[in-house]
C-alpha cells in the first residue's frame, strides 16, 4: 500500500554540522515531494520541495535529493544552528494529491 | 496574506460527545484537505475537497466522521459519539490548485488538538 518510511527518528547534531535525514516511497507514481519541520504545537511549515523532472533542489542552507528509480529523497541541512531544531517530517504525493507522511525526525542542534 | 485558520485550538469532550472543528482555508484556494496527527507521529490523510465537492474520504476512520465544506470555502469536520481513540491534532491544509494536480503546496493550519476523556 501506500507508504513513507523515514529515518532517523532521532538525529542530534552539533552547531556548525550537517544533518541528512532520508525518505523512501512506495507509490512510483508519486511525483511530489515536500519537506515540513513542525516545531512543538505548532503548524507544519514547508521548507523545501521537490518535484520529480528534477534530481536536486538547493535553497541556502537546505537541499533535497530525489532519486525516482530507488524511491529515495533526503534533506540535507547544513550549518546548522539551534533553531533549526524540530520535527521534519518528509511526504510524497498520491492520486488526486493528498500527502502520505512519514513517521517524523526529531532534530537536536546542540549549540 | 492570512493563512489557514482553524477553531477551537483546543477542545475537550467527554466520551460519547459530539465535536465540530471548523477550518478557513486561504481564500481563493480550490482544494482542502483533514489530516490526523497523532501525537509523536507524522500527520494521516482523512479527507478531501476540491471546492464543495468531498472527492477522496478514503482517509476517515469510522462512519462517526463526517465531514462538510457547502459554500466551497470553510468546512466542518465533525465527529459523532467520541471516544478516547479519537484523541488527536486535526490538521487543515488547503492549496490552490484543483484536485489531479498532485504538485500542488499544502498550507497548514495550526490544528485543533482534541482530548476525548
Known amino acids: 500500500g501506500e507508504n513513507v518510511e523515514q529515518h532517523p527518528s532521532t538525529l542530534s547534531v552539533q552547531e556548525g554540522d550537517s544533518a541528512v535525514i532520508k525518505c523512501t516511497y512506495s507509490?512510483?507514481?508519486?511525483?511530489?515531494f515536500p519537506w515540513y519541520k513542525q516545531e512543538l504545537g505548532k503548524r507544519p511549515q514547508l521548507i523545501i520541495d521537490i518535484r520529480s523532472n528534477v534530481g536536486e533542489k538547493k535553497d541556502q542552507r537546505i537541499a533535497v535529493t530525489l532519486n525516482k528509480t530507488a524511491k529515495h529523497f533526503s534533506l540535507h541541512i547544513t550549518e546548522t544552528q539551534p533553531e533549526d531544531s524540530a520535527v521534519y517530517f518528509c511526504a510524497a504525493s498520491m492520486k488526486g494529491g493528498k500527502l502520505i507522511f512519514g513517521q517524523g525526525t526529531e532534530l537536536s542542534v546542540k549549540p | 496574506g492570512a493563512g489557514v485558520s482553524q477553531s477551537p485550538r483546543y477542545k475537550v469532550a467527554k466520551r460519547g460527545q459530539d465535536v465540530a472543528l471548523r477550518c478557513d482555508p486561504i481564500?481563493?484556494?480550490?482544494?482542502l484537505f483533514w489530516y490526523q496527527q497523532a501525537l509523536g507521529q507524522g500527520p494521516e490523510f482523512l479527507t478531501y475537497f476540491q471546492n464543495e465537492a468531498q472527492l477522496d474520504k478514503s482517509g476517515l476512520p469510522s462512519d462517526r466522521f463526517f465531514a462538510e465544506r457547502p459554500e466551497g470555502s470553510v468546512s466542518t469536520l465533525k465527529i459523532q459519539r467520541t471516544q478516547q481513540e479519537d484523541s488527536a491534532v486535526y490538521l487543515c491544509a488547503s492549496s490552490l490548485k484543483r484536485w489531479g494536480s498532485s504538485t500542488d503546496t499544502q498550507y497548514f493550519g495550526p490544528g485543533t488538538r482534541l482530548t476525548v476523556l
Open positions: 481564500s481563493g484556494h480550490v482544494s
Open positions: 507509490d512510483s507514481a508519486s511525483n511530489y
